[in-house]
């Protein structure tokens, strides 16, 4: 069924594209997420419209929350509050620095995840012979956003990714690249640096606690935004439950 939001209408073909991005144990599952994402981005892209905010879909969210939201700041009373319950837990993560190209294939798909890790094997060995060409290729076929910044996945930390690939960048040597199958699909992986992690000091760890802590108040501060925007508007063709974290990418 067609969805409309506010009068806009997101197609089947629209939800078929957006599947890759979300994990879920059934197609049913992935599906209603990768719907509730478009609907959340379409509610974003409405509200800028209508604020007449001069930016594009990847900065539309952070404009309204600046403009619309008040994000608390930590108090230095709660951070030293959660210094005290969990300096025992205080390490700086590990951290990956990785490149990849990706071939989707929804995992009950034989047919398409044969024919999705063919292309990553071949591409493979196009980097093995040549592995400058990553960047080229990575533009060339890879399925995902990463393609515009040349395969570039930044700084992955653990739990930012889906298990396989984490799993996979936990054991490879740095500069090396190998295929990797996901629920997702297969990525052609390149693992470019390893930060093992490590305990963190007195005073970087107080600067830390306040950037997880503000960082923890805008994802809820986000998410009662999402909620308010969708109880205001007309949409049709999904019952629409918001999970507690934002579908914006």
């Known amino acids: 069924m067609t969805i409309v939001v506010n009068g806009s209408r997101i197609g089947e073909d629209e939800v078929a594209r957006e599947l890759q991005y979300h994990p879920g144990r059934t197609r049913e599952e992935v599906a209603h997420k990768a719907a509730t994402a478009l ?39 709660e951070v030293d509050r959660f210094l005290r319950r969990n300096w025992f837990r205080l390490r700086k993560p590990p951290a990956f620095e990785a490149a990849h190209i990706f071939f989707p294939a929804h995992p009950d798909d034989e047919e398409a995840r044969a024919e999705a890790g063919a292309k990553a094997e071949a591409i493979l060995e196009d980097v093995q012979q040549a592995p400058w060409r990553f960047a080229d290729l990575a533009r060339a076929h890879s399925a995902c956003p990463s393609s515009e910044r040349e395969g570039a996945l930044g700084q992955v930390r653990p739990g930012e990714t889906n298990a396989e690939v984490e799993r996979a960048l936990a054991t490879m040597d740095e500069g090396t690249v190998r295929v990797v199958a996901s629920r997702h699909g297969y990525h052609v992986l390149r693992l470019d640096r390893r930060d093992p992690g490590r305990e963190l000091g007195q005073d970087e760890a107080h600067g830390w606690v306040a950037a997880y802590l503000r960082e923890s108040a805008r994802r809820r501060a986000v998410s009662q935004y999402l909620r308010l925007l969708a109880a205001q508007a007309d949409i049709r063709g999904i019952e629409l439950d918001l999970p507690d974290t934002p579908l914006v990418q």
């Open 39 to 77: 609907v959340v981005r379409e509610l974003v892209r409405q509200r800028a419209g209508a604020l007449d905010l001069d930016c594009d879909s990847d900065e539309a969210l952070d404009r309204l929350i600046e403009r619309e939201v008040d994000v608390p700041h930590p108090t230095a009373e």
